[in-house]
């Protein structure tokens, strides 16, 4: 950076925004954080896009640094696998990991964005001023035009370090599309988002099973739930928009309670305002987006979903862009040249965010179409096996993304093997305690081991 006394501005409170503005501030700089939303400690926000966040070794290690781990684990409630519910019968749990010490855990968006932003502000040298929005940027200048949306007054920002933090739609990126050599693909999934409510019962008490992620997979669409601390339960919608079951279908109360009642009977008998909701929230895209470059000019760099949007499936976007702000932090300290330390912030970066961004998708395919399929989780149940038969060895794509701090693009490559290697194992068995386990480390040893061996360096950072 310029020097430590320089005067630095994030674009975005979000999650990525408000950490961002911490790791900053820890290195001695004075932070101005422009922020388009009014301030949620104070306002109300409104219901219905929140999407419950999964907290995982990434975002956790993240926090770790700036010694806010320990607070937000005491706001979190670890889940340590699915519950599948299928249209009839009994319900199927899923473990995550090889056992209960590998959960990711369920956290309130809101909260933890509320308790980031104090934290930054506590450090005297951040200051988030809301209501602001940017209108006009010159990336490569360092040049920011800001409207003031409270007060109706425009002011010009010059010479500025400037952190583009504000999301999917981001501004600070929209202005970057004008710098030569940028480009940019933004692919809306064909499905939207509607947020329901399953209340605490009496008590206080949780209607389900507490420390799990609830799927109703059934086939082109699902519905989930993650828990929340007073006892309630967030779930979330997932519908295409057009189509014979979509958004589209469910224009009337009727005809939204008869879907319910026949695709997801037992949670339908939990939401009481199911109907009200439903027709009164709104209904949200999901969005990925990748970008190239990530910065202009030394003087401008995208960070978190500003530069990688991904869908939530893997719920790994919070935690790819507290990641984000961990490796920024890194290079910062190594690296004295800012133009030289955005550079390889996007070499770094851009490779494993475009791997997760994939990844999500593909989760979405599996958590809707095969969660409930006999198939899948033989496999899954074969994956189980030869995590406890070959610790070390033999490592999952889930577990590496969730429970590790190895790249994603890394993981992505580990998944592609080790899921053949289950596939494989799994083709004639009926139970998964009868795999060949002469045979799976025959394959392990000469299929996973030389893609490990090969990358050792990326396997080294464990969560």
């Known amino acids: 950076m310029p020097s430590n006394e320089s005067k630095l501005t994030v674009v975005g409170a979000g999650l990525v925004g ?38 995982s070794t990434r975002g956790l290690h993240a926090l770790r640094q700036v010694g806010l781990e320990e607070e937000a684990l005491k706001h979190a409630i670890p889940m340590r696998g699915r519950v ?21 855990n369920s956290i309130s968006r809101g909260w933890l964005n509320q308790f980031l932003m104090t934290q930054a502000e506590k450090t005297g040298r951040v200051s988030i001023r809301f209501r602001q929005r940017v ?38 990126r929209q202005a970057m599309q004008s710098q030569p050599g940028f480009q940019a693909n933004s ?20 209607q389900m099973e507490k420390h799990a992620l609830h799927i109703w997979p059934r086939g082109t669409y699902m519905l989930i739930a993650l828990p929340n601390e007073d006892g309630s339960f967030t779930c979330t919608l ?16 009727a005809a939204l309670e008869a879907f319910f009642q026949e695709q997801f009977p037992d949670a339908k008998a939990l939401i009481p305002g199911l109907v009200e909701e439903f027709f009164s929230r709104p209904t949200g895209h999901m969005v990925t987006v990748k970008c190239a470059p990530w910065q202009a000019g030394g003087r401008t760099l995208l960070l978190g979903d500003a530069a990688h949007a991904i869908v939530p499936f893997y719920g790994q976007g919070m935690n790819c862009g507290f990641e984000d702000c961990v490796v920024l932090d890194a290079l910062l300290s190594k690296q004295p040249d800012q133009a030289a330390a955005f550079s390889e912030f996007e070499r770094l970066r851009k490779t494993n965010a475009d791997a997760i961004a994939d990844m999500a998708v593909e989760n979405f395919i599996e958590m809707r179409d095969s969660t409930a399929d006999p198939r899948f989780l033989l496999e899954k149940g074969v994956e189980k096996v030869l995590l406890n038969a070959f610790p070390g060895e033999f490592v999952s794509r889930y577990t590496l993304v969730s429970f590790s701090r190895v790249p994603y693009r890394l993981a992505y490559g580990v998944g592609s093997i080790a899921g053949g290697i289950v596939a494989e194992l799994a083709k004639d068995l009926k139970r998964p305690e009868d795999v060949n386990l002469d045979l799976a480390a025959k394959l392990i040893r000469g299929r996973l081991t030389p893609f490990m061996e090969e990358h050792a360096d990326g396997f080294r950072l464990e969560g």
């Open 187 to 206: 692919e809306t999934l064909g499905h939207g988002y509607k947020e329901l409510t399953i209340p605490a019962g009496a008590g206080g008490r949780f």
């Open 238 to 253: 997932f519908l295409p928009w057009e189509g014979p079951v979509s958004f589209a279908s469910l224009q009337t109360p």
């Open 84 to 104: 599948i519910h299928p249209v009839k019968g009994d319900l199927a749990f899923q473990p995550y990991g090889k056992d209960d010490s590998q959960h990711i």
């Open 18 to 55: 408000s950490l961002l503005s911490l790791y900053l501030a820890r290195r001695g700089h004075t932070v101005e954080v422009l922020e388009r939303r009014a301030d949620m400690r104070r306002e109300t926000v409104d219901a219905g896009r929140s999407i419950n966040l999964a907290i």
């Open 135 to 172: 209108t006009q940027a010159d990336p490569a200048a360092g040049r920011l035009t800001v409207l003031d949306e409270a007060t109706g007054e425009t002011r010009e920002l010059r010479d500025a370090v400037v952190f583009g933090t504000d999301g999917s739609g981001s501004a600070v």
